[in-house]
């Protein structure tokens, strides 16, 4: 699907084409104007094109399945504003760009889509579901393409920083079978560390210990060790101790 792709189709193609041309155009122009908009701009907008909103998602799937496009930041992200503020509507169309590793380019849609996810704005229930998404993202993810795998763990480990997070960030470093994962958790806990109370960063401290003895990549071994002596991230903040 290219933004222009339906005006090229000739006035003498088979009836199908001409459908799906249109369909094409009609899809590009509905997420032209939703590109910024809120949840209420974006239902008001469906019932403007008289749109059922499976429509609107096969759109969105068709999309996300564009190369081309999904590769240029304005459709990105329209169509990530799009599945963000209609959870936990679309929580099938955020499973397939979370959990799905095929090339790097998803790693960069992934990226712009944990960048656009905010605690605040979903319920208990909600929350939950989204992190059981980003703990499978960094359990599985192989590559640290995109830096999809960093912003997992800056996610869990600033933004959505909390009892559930921290849980989730230990499970990973010690237990992802991919370097990319077990890095992004380090990342979180690097956050983490500067977000803890005492008690909290002294097993943070012993489980970097353990990852700088045990892990068996040397990358990881390293980061492990440079996060335990720089004790944070420092964003121009005091170092912690331990």
């Not at 009609?26 to 429509?55: C, G, H, P």
């Not at 503020?85 to 679309?90: D, I, W």
Request: charged fraction near 30%; glycine fraction near 6%.
């Amino acid at each position: 699907m290219a933004a222009n792709s339906g005006r090229r189709v000739l006035s003498g193609a088979p009836p199908r084409q001409r459908r799906r041309a249109r369909a094409e155009r009609r899809a590009v122009a509905f997420f032209k104007v939703i590109e910024n908009a809120d949840r209420s701009s974006i239902r008001k907008t469906i019932r403007k094109f008289q749109l059922r909103r499976a429509t609107v998602d096969d759109w969105a799937l068709a999309l996300l399945d564009n190369r081309q496009l999904m590769r240029q930041e304005r459709w990105r992200f329209a169509v990530v504003n799009f599945i963000v503020q209609c959870l936990p509507r679309t929580f099938p169309l955020l499973k397939k760009v979370l959990n799905n590793y095929n090339s790097p380019f998803w790693h960069e849609v992934q990226f712009t889509t944990l960048n656009w996810l905010v605690r605040s704005t979903f319920n208990r229930s909600e929350q939950r579901k989204i992190l059981a998404l980003v703990e499978n993202n960094l359990m599985n993810v192989k590559s640290e393409a995109g830096s999809a795998a960093w912003k997992a763990g800056d996610l869990l480990g600033d933004e959505w920083f909390a009892a559930d997070t921290v849980k989730i960030l230990e499970k990973v470093v010690l237990t992802a079978p991919y370097a990319a994962g077990r890095k992004g958790a380090v990342h979180g806990i690097a956050h983490a560390l500067e977000e803890s109370d005492e008690g909290g960063r002294r097993r943070l401290y012993a489980l970097l210990r353990r990852v700088v003895s045990e892990d068996r990549s040397a990358e990881v071994r390293s980061y492990a060790n440079y996060t335990y002596e720089q004790g944070g991230c420092m964003r121009g903040k005091k170092r912690v101790r331990r």
